[in-house]
């Protein structure tokens, strides 16, 4: 087993990584805030003018799906990824799974925030753990921001534009970031993977407390109630896209890094996972999290519905039309299409 640090000793990892995390903030802020850069050239501003901003919130080490959601994410060339945050569990075992993953992506530019920690888990780590071997989140030679929230609202609020936030887990994030900076609601754009409206997993027609919602029901309905601009895809939707056949045998044979490191995370994580029953060699698990990622860049695919929605204290998500309408990706218009289209964008 290897060692597990928590926030409180984070500096101490290496005598180094204190000096890391002061000198790669300055050099956040300088790139992130143009008053500090006037050396930027036009082309690279019109190139970054030209993209969606965004932050991934994620609970990546638990699901293989988050993983696959950031492989996406590094795949498209559409975004400009401002950071990647941790979020519930273990940060610093969450962090180090994103530090691995942008460092097959060759992408060390990108921040790691380490975001909420869970107090008194029964599991401080995951079943990436294997997967991770030596790897520690001090060994990732880009910048670490121990506050990911205060990075984030940072970066929310000085933004020209919305910041669009991608959310694949639990948001106890979002709620820390609506106490200390409430006007984010104001320059946010939510698209996240949340509840379980008409069916539940694997398309079962009964409803489920779905675990992102379960997880942390009041977090969840802070966020539907007071951010204006969010949309989200329920089991319906996401809880029915696998890759097989063909399309999986793609992804599983590409000789790309990122993609060749996503599939040997995928075979130890199913040595280790215990709530399923995965199949690497033939087929990918549920991919619920790239639904997310996509309806950050299309809809197409999609029909999308107003729904009021309730948040119940044990984690449904009830339709109810005397609650505020969120915008719910209910339907597939065609299901192999963006299939077709996910594996294309990660090959």
């Known amino acids: 087993m290897r060692n597990i640090f928590n926030r409180r000793n984070f500096i101490k990892i290496s005598g180094a990584t204190g000096a890391t995390l002061l000198f790669n903030a300055r050099k956040i802020e300088t790139k992130e805030n143009p008053l500090n850069n006037t050396s930027q050239t036009s082309e ?14 994620t ?56 975001g909420f920690e869970e107090k008194n888990v029964t599991h401080p780590s995951g079943p990436q753990e294997a997967w991770l071997g030596d790897y520690q989140l001090s060994d990732y030679p880009g910048p670490i921001y121990e506050d990911g929230i205060g990075v984030m609202i940072d970066m929310i609020m000085n933004s020209p534009e919305p910041i669009t936030l991608i959310c694949t887990g639990p948001v106890p994030n979002i709620r820390a970031a609506l106490e200390r900076e409430p006007s984010i609601v104001n320059n946010t754009k939510i698209v996240g993977m949340f509840g379980s409206l008409r069916y539940g997993y694997d398309g079962s027609e009964v409803i489920v407390n779905e675990t992102n919602v379960r997880l942390d029901p009041d977090a969840c309905r802070q966020m539907f109630s007071q951010f204006p601009n969010i949309t989200i895809t329920p089991l319906d939707t996401c809880g029915i896209v696998h890759l097989t056949g063909k399309n999986y045998k793609k992804v599983h044979d590409s000789k790309d890094p ?4 996503l599939i040997e995370s995928y075979y130890s994580w199913a040595e280790y996972v215990e709530w399923t029953q995965p199949y690497p060699k033939v087929e990918s698990s549920t991919l619920f999290d790239t639904v997310a990622v996509y309806l950050a860049l299309s809809e197409e695919y999609l029909e999308i519905e107003n729904l009021g929605i309730r948040v119940t204290d044990e984690g449904y998500t009830l339709i109810d039309n005397n609650e505020k309408a969120i915008r719910c990706a209910t339907k597939w218009k065609d299901l192999p299409a963006f299939e077709e289209w996910l594996v294309n964008r990660l090959t």
Do not use: H
């Open 258 to 261: 990122l993609i060749k490191t």
């Open 44 to 57: 690279l501003s019109q190139n970054k003018a030209s993209k969606i901003p965004i932050i991934l919130d």
């Open 59 to 114: 609970d990546i080490g638990g699901d293989i799906d988050d993983a696959w959601a950031l492989a996406l994410t590094l795949k498209s060339p559409e975004f400009d990824l401002k950071m990647v945050v941790t979020d519930s569990g273990n940060p610093i075992y969450r962090g180090a799974i994103i530090g691995k993953y942008l460092e097959a992506a060759n992408q060390t530019d990108i921040p790691i925030g380490l």
